[in-house]
């Protein structure tokens, strides 16, 4: 699916997706609450869409963008960048949602996945 969808479209809808749903679930989080199954849902539908876009593509495209002779250690930088991103968030995740509340958190989710999105569009070539 992905060389007719194309990398850069998959992971940019995956991170409109993504923050949209984080909008909804954090602007609607007291409504959304009552409604468990429909909570549920929607949470469930971010993991689906960061794992269809850009989880996906960050093993994609690095693997195709760097040139052979230093693909293997570009590859590890970039994906020694994203450790490090996911254990700054990892330990900063709960001190955020005790200082914002957890609304706000899921509404600063969905800002960083538009930041995605925006990112995405101006600095990811396109390979389909």
Same mark, same amino acid.
């Given at each position: 699916?992905?060389?007719?969808?194309?990398?850069?479209?998959?992971?940019?809808?995956?991170?409109?997706?993504?923050?949209?749903?984080?909008?909804?679930?954090?602007?609607?989080?007291?409504?959304?609450?009552?409604?468990?199954?429909?909570?549920?849902? #929607?949470?469930? !539908?971010?993991?689906?869409?960061?794992? &269809? +876009?850009?989880?996906? %593509?960050?093993?994609? =495209? $690095?693997?195709?963008?760097?040139?052979?002779?230093?693909?293997?250690?570009?590859?590890?930088?970039?994906?020694?960048?994203?450790?490090?991103?996911?254990?700054?968030?990892?330990?900063?995740?709960?001190?955020?949602?005790?200082?914002?509340?957890?609304?706000? #958190?899921?509404? !600063?989710?969905?800002?960083?996945?538009? &930041? +995605?999105?925006?990112? %995405?569009?101006?600095? =990811? $070539?396109?390979?389909?």
């Amino acid at each position: 699916y992905i060389d007719r969808i194309g990398r850069k479209r998959l992971q940019f809808v995956g991170f409109g997706c993504i923050s949209i749903l984080y909008f909804i679930l954090g602007g609607l989080f007291t409504h959304l609450t009552k409604l468990k199954a429909l909570f549920l849902i #929607l949470y469930g !539908l971010t993991f689906l869409f960061s794992n &269809f +876009g850009p989880n996906a %593509t960050t093993y994609i =495209i $690095p693997g195709e963008f760097y040139p052979a002779e230093v693909r293997a250690t570009c590859h590890g930088i970039s994906a020694a960048s994203g450790k490090i991103g996911a254990a700054l968030t990892a330990n900063t995740f709960l001190h955020i949602k005790a200082a914002i509340g957890l609304p706000h #958190l899921l509404m !600063l989710c969905g800002g960083i996945g538009a &930041f +995605g999105m925006i990112w %995405t569009w101006f600095f =990811i $070539p396109d390979y389909s």
